[in-house]
């Protein structure tokens, strides 16, 4: 039996997994406890994933991947899935690095849910292109759900800043942004649900909301997402 889909979408300062607290639809859904890793934590902030409150928090953001050519790509290599911690293995092949300490803290923490985070202010100047067509669409969305696949990630996380613009100066934007990313959310959905498969296990999808006319187009485009307020503090709304 297949879980409900869990759609939320975090409107938040990234925070190197400070905890937040998720309204989830009343009395529909448990409350979501959602924390964002950044890869840079294990340089001067010498912050690590097994450093995690893990029995405090539902969901690990883990923050960045870049896209580029179309695809989704690591972020940080090294930080990523090469850095050594006690235990590692050097075997070819062998995954170390956060990605490896996040399926460690799974292992202790069983209702961790870890999603991939896509761009971010510095790296979300190749969307645009990214989701123009249905061709590109499919592809970047394909890349998605093979990266979750092959490092272990419960789902993805798509920080685009912004559809239509009002990002960094040096990005590609274009007026059609929001209904091109509407679809592909579409697309992307498509895909996660056909990964799922038989098996129980439902691979989420989590969008940092950007813009009043991207809720509007996704409420219409891909109903079923339900819309949060990511904060600091414990005192939060659902919008």
Known sequence: MRHPRHFFVLLTALLACFPAILDAQAGSQ???IVGYYTSWSVYARNYHVAQIPGDKITHINYAFANLTGGKIVLGDRYADIDKFYPGDSWAP???RGNFNQLHKLKQKHPQLRTLI???GWTWSGNFSDAVLTQSARRVFAQ???DF???YGFDGVDLDWEYPGGGGLGGNTSRPQDPQNFTL???ELRSQLDACEGDDEKTLELG????TLQCRELIDSGAPGIHFYTLNRSSATRRI
């Not at 969008?207 to 950007?210: E, G, L, N, T």
């Open 30 to 32: 448990p409350r979501r």
């Open 184 to 186: 592909f959310l579409q």
């Open 148 to 150: 979750i696949v092959q």
């Open 207 to 210: 969008v940092r909301w950007a």
């Open 117 to 119: 985070s896509i761009g």
């Open 143 to 145: 890349s998605c759900v």
């Open 93 to 95: 092949g062998a995954l």
